[in-house]
């Protein structure tokens, strides 16, 4: 919204304007180490102030990078070394592995695949686009890799009213998923990493149950396949808990959990047995960006300090309750009103009247975006409050009057 107070918190909080002006923190931002081969001393010490204290259940690593693509792209290599160092029993390569790596061909690059889910959005870059199912406009004339592609389910909404319904799709898309894996056994690509959003996001704010993720990690590991969370887009707190992977409630949530946009810099977390056996295996010149690591250990400060995960919760209810209004006010507007904390999305009726209706709450100073064929997905900060709510929902519903 364009509320100026509002933005000024959002763009120009004044924890974050201290933090730029400390004098002790000028080096981090005028000098940007190559984290590879020179990090700063005492990185490691930020590290622990930042992301390591809000690590993930299980996991005591963090990798740095800079955005969500390189993250998982490098999370990938990380499954894909780790799958090969379990097959050999070892980490040391053969004269043979290390030849043929070079050109390409097997056994030094070995025919392993990673399962994704239709409707996942991974990155742009060539290995996440094999696991990117989106839209046609992100893969267009690219090749890419022959790996396997599970439906993600298909839920009916309100979830309350369709348990059953919504149970037996999500036991189907477990079936397929266990039949993918041994169908891209039997074909000499065994599956070394599922990777999946905790919520589709790009794909239409598509949900599955805690239960259906339980099971899926456990199929992960059954299969000796290592289980990749993408929490690029639901890490930080939109939910209502940090990681959106806490509303399923387990100890051990997966082998790897990358992140970015939140968090303001890129990477993955992951589990010791992850950890890159030797130097370059996963590397590029920046790795991300100390400077990033400081606003971040004060944007934790904030959320903490402020109780912003209980805001977003009492605010992602109001939310949550006013768009369930409102598409009973405009059913034949508005249907599948969905969300966890405020990431919320709603059904409209067919993509030129969601577009329209992005581009009429735009003029009335509401920025929305659009997400999967025909749902509109709302992303508020996370100092949106429920006086925010209200002054949404009105101009909202100002614009939905207009579609008699």
Known sequence: MTHRRTLDYCYNHPALMKVMANPHNLSSFINRPALGILPPENFAEKLNESLLSVAPSGMSRVQTMACGSCSNENAYKAMFIWYRNKERGHNIPSDEEVTSCMVNQSPGCPDLSILSFMGGFHGRTLGCLATTHSKAIHKLDIPSFDWPIAPFPKLKYPLDEFVRENAQEEARCLEEVEDLIEKWKKKGKPVAGIVIEPIQAEGGDNHASADFFIKLRNIATKHGAAFHVDEV????????????????G??????????SKKMLTGGYYHKDELQADK?????????GDPSKNLFLAEVLNVIQRESLLEEVTRSGKTLLQGLYALQA???????????????????????????????KARNKGVL????????????????FKEYHVHQFLN?????LQDYK
């Open 233 to 248: 887009q639901t890490g930080g707190g939109a939910t209502g808990k940090f990681w959106a992977h806490e509303h399923w």
């Open 250 to 259: 387990m100890d051990d949530p997966a082998e790897i959990v990358s992140f």
């Open 279 to 287: 130097a370059y295996r996963i590397f590029n010149t920046w790795m």
């Open 329 to 359: 006010q405009y059913p034949h507007l508005l249907s599948s009103a969905r969300g966890q904390g405020t990431f919320c999305a709603i059904d409209i009726r067919d993509d030129p009247t969601r577009n329209s209706l992005i581009m």
């Open 368 to 383: 929305l975006g659009g997400c999967g064929e025909r749902s509109i997905r709302f992303r508020p900060a996370l100092v």
């Open 395 to 399: 101009i909202f519903n100002d614009v």
